[in-house]
């Protein structure tokens, strides 16, 4: 059984930073791609970023140069660094991992339960 457990969302004023931590665990073998996702309401779910085992990142258009994201494999955990926040940023934020497990052994993706960013003008 796997686990992603996210931390770091909250309220922040426009401008302003937060920090997402996504930690996976259970009966891991490997971790091929983390990432977050986000959901606004009325939209659909969006890519933010990805980032694969070998430190390569993708990002959404619309967060490029204000997000960051990293990745400690050692801890199978995945941090979005947000700053120059905006209002429309505001969404619950999904972290997904695409894990290898002993049991069954085949890779799989996994959601995390989700953690509320609200920017505020």
């Known amino acids: 059984q796997v686990q992603l457990v996210e931390s770091g969302g909250g309220l922040v004023q426009a401008g302003g930073s937060l920090r997402l931590s996504c930690a996976a665990s259970?009966?891991?073998?490997?971790?091929?791609?983390m990432g977050w996702y986000r959901q606004a309401p009325g939209k659909q779910r969006e890519l933010v970023a990805t980032?694969?085992?070998?430190?390569?990142?993708v990002y959404a258009d619309s967060v490029k140069g204000r997000f960051t994201l990293s990745r400690d494999n050692s801890k199978n955990t995945v941090y979005l660094q947000m700053s120059g926040l905006k209002p429309d940023d505001t969404a619950i934020y999904y972290c997904?991992?695409?894990?290898?497990?002993?049991?069954?052994?085949?890779?799989?993706?996994?959601w995390g339960q989700g953690t509320q960013v609200t920017v505020s003008s």
């Open positions: 997904n991992a695409n894990i290898l497990t002993a049991i069954p052994r085949a890779f799989d993706d996994y």
């Open positions: 259970g009966s891991i073998i490997s971790i091929n791609v």
């Open positions: 980032i694969s085992s070998r430190l390569r990142t």
